[in-house]
């Protein structure tokens, strides 16, 4: 499915004139901070849900929540960088619409390979189920979303169940994944991305589709057409594969937006760049209907 993105432009423009106007003494993400955090959240940081020191997360709950849903955020970076600190514009985002937001860091190469982010990313899904409710969640409603890097992981822990499984998460323990940008149909060609994944033999569990078999959970792929890191034909393939398996999946490319920007409008939608937050938004409300085929009426 193809879908145009805003055409606001000139809010995007003038906005994007202020941020540049402003970063001269500190990163424009900073300065967009300041500019856009709102006071209608709480956020709790560096909570653990493991041993390891990278083993910590930020929640972000709105101020009078009670039984909201709750995503768990995993960044990207190529499995090599990143930080849970460079999305508060993303917690702002989700909450603003009603949602608690758990925002993991997770251990990275070079000091691990595959599958330890796997691993981390299912802890702090149980720890979300666990928690959910002290921070004004609900444990039964809980979706996981992920960005390049992150929404790999995402589609691992949708398709291969064993990831949640051996993390203590139950069967149907989360209602629905969303990949933004994922690298999920594809294989690994730089040698950097096959140095993390580990010894050649073991590739086929690191690629999604290999685990695909139709009883998953409800999943959104959402991609831009103009991604020049990641093509959006992985999306689009591994949502047909979950499809003709039976399986419910949708795929959602957005023209105009490319791999970092798609971030961005899910982070900042008041740029209207793409509907990237309102697609994440009803598929929390509803996974399976926003994904699962049409029945035709008898």
């Known amino acids: 499915m193809m879908r145009c993105a805003g055409a606001r432009g000139w809010r995007r423009a ?10 001269g003494a500190c990163s424009p993400r900073r300065v967009a901070e300041g500019l856009l955090l709102g006071s209608h959240f709480v956020r709790t940081p560096d909570l653990p849900y493991g041993d390891d020191a990278q083993q910590r997360l930020d929640v972000y709950r709105p101020r009078a929540a009670r039984g909201a849903p709750v995503v768990v955020f995993l960044y990207g970076g190529r499995w090599q960088s990143g930080s849970k600190d460079d999305y508060r514009l993303l917690g702002d985002a989700l909450t603003r619409r009603g949602m608690v937001a758990v925002i993991p860091e997770y251990r990275l190469y070079p000091r691990v390979r595959f599958p330890a982010w796997v691993q981390d990313a299912a802890l702090a899904v149980r720890w979300a ?17 992920g960005h390049s890097a992150g929404a790999h992981t995402a589609a691992l822990l949708a398709l291969d169940e064993r990831w949640l499984r051996e993390a203590g998460v139950p069967a149907a323990g989360v209602r629905g994944f969303v990949a933004l940008a994922g690298p ?18 073991g590739w086929p569990a690191t690629y999604p589709t290999t685990h695909v078999d139709g ?5 959104l792929l959402l991609h831009g057409a103009d991604d020049r890191t990641v093509s959006p034909g992985s999306s689009l393939r591994l949502a047909a594969r979950v499809r003709e398996r039976g399986g419910c999946a949708r795929a959602v490319v957005y023209r105009g937006v490319g791999h970092v ?5 899910a982070a900042v939608p008041r740029l209207a760049s793409a509907p990237v937050l309102a697609d994440i938004a ?3 409300r509803d996974p399976r209907g926003t994904t699962c085929p049409a029945v035709p009426a008898p």
């Open 261 to 265: 920007e798609i971030m961005v409008a």
């Open 215 to 219: 009883t998953e959970p409800p999943l």
């Open 184 to 201: 999920v149909d594809t294989a690994w060609t730089d040698p950097d991305v096959q140095a993390l994944m580990g010894p050649r033999e």
């Open 129 to 145: 189920r666990e928690n959910a409710a002290r921070y004004g969640g609900d444990p039964a409603n809980v979706v996981v979303v």
């Open 14 to 23: 003038a906005l994007l004139a202020v941020l540049a106007l402003a970063a």
């Open 282 to 284: 009803a598929f929390v």
